[in-house]
């Protein structure tokens, strides 16, 4: 089964820095998805950035950025001229090519951003 | 953003009553998906449906079934609920006419409490 971990449930930025989340997976499979959503206090879920693992340039979205590194299964988040609507939870996912467009979830992070 | 509804919005129950929640969506999406969030876990799958009556467990299912009737209704069940389900609750869909079947979009969230 695929698992999903995210190792800092928080982490702190100032305004207009950088921060980056980490999030490491491990799968047997060659070709899936990668996903990080961003959960503000509404609780909605939000998709900031998706990566295929079969490209090998990492995806980007304006301020958001990916560090996709398949050997070493790591998929981390880089966040730039953080802003204080940046504030949020954010969750690593995975979707294999098996798994019928199911995601499998990471523990979280949330991101605090100081003024 | 994708059309879908979630009913109830909040509810507390006590031990040992049925419960049945709502996810409606308008975009005539092919998945649906059931996740619980709880601290500690990010989202996890209980059940999802690929069509209408075709239906599978996720990782998280005892104790909840599902039913879809129709294409825009997928309906969870806690035949007898317990404390351990009180959680928040969303309703997910992939798959719309465009084929998007690696990108799922996420319900506003049910949060349930059970005394």
């Known amino acids: 089964a695929q698992t999903v971990t995210q190792s800092q449930p928080e982490m702190s930025v100032q305004e207009a820095e950088t921060v980056t989340l980490s999030c490491t997976y491990d799968?047997?499979?060659?070709?899936?998805?990668l996903f990080w959503y961003k959960q503000p206090p509404s609780r909605q879920m939000i998709l900031v950035i998706r990566?295929?693992?079969?490209?090998?340039q990492n995806a980007t979205e304006n301020r958001f950025s990916v560090n996709f590194q398949k050997a070493a299964k790591s998929f981390s988040l880089k966040i730039s001229d953080s802003q204080l609507g940046d504030a949020a939870m954010y969750f690593c996912?995975?979707?294999?090519?098996?798994?019928?467009?199911?995601?499998?979830f990471g523990e979280g992070t949330q991101l605090t951003v100081n003024p | 953003d994708a059309g879908i509804t979630q009913s109830p919005r909040h509810k507390v129950t006590e031990t040992g009553t049925p419960v049945t929640l709502r996810c409606h969506q308008t975009?005539?999406?092919?998945?649906m998906y059931w996740y619980r969030q709880d601290p500690g876990h990010g989202l996890r799958l209980i059940h999802y449906?690929?069509?209408?009556?075709?239906?599978d467990k996720g990782e998280v299912s005892d104790g909840y079934s599902v039913s879809r009737s129709k294409t825009e209704d997928f309906l969870l069940t806690l035949e007898s609920a317990t404390s351990s389900q009180t959680s928040v609750y969303f309703c997910a869909i992939s798959g719309g006419l465009a084929g998007s079947y690696n990108e799922q979009f996420f319900g506003p969230g049910t949060r349930l409490t059970v005394l």
């Open positions: 449906s690929y069509g209408v009556k075709d239906t």
């Open positions: 996912a995975y979707m294999g090519e098996t798994s019928g467009s199911r995601l499998t």
């Open positions: 975009e005539n999406h092919r998945y």
């Open positions: 799968t047997s499979e060659s070709d899936y998805y």
């Open positions: 990566q295929e693992a079969y490209k090998q």
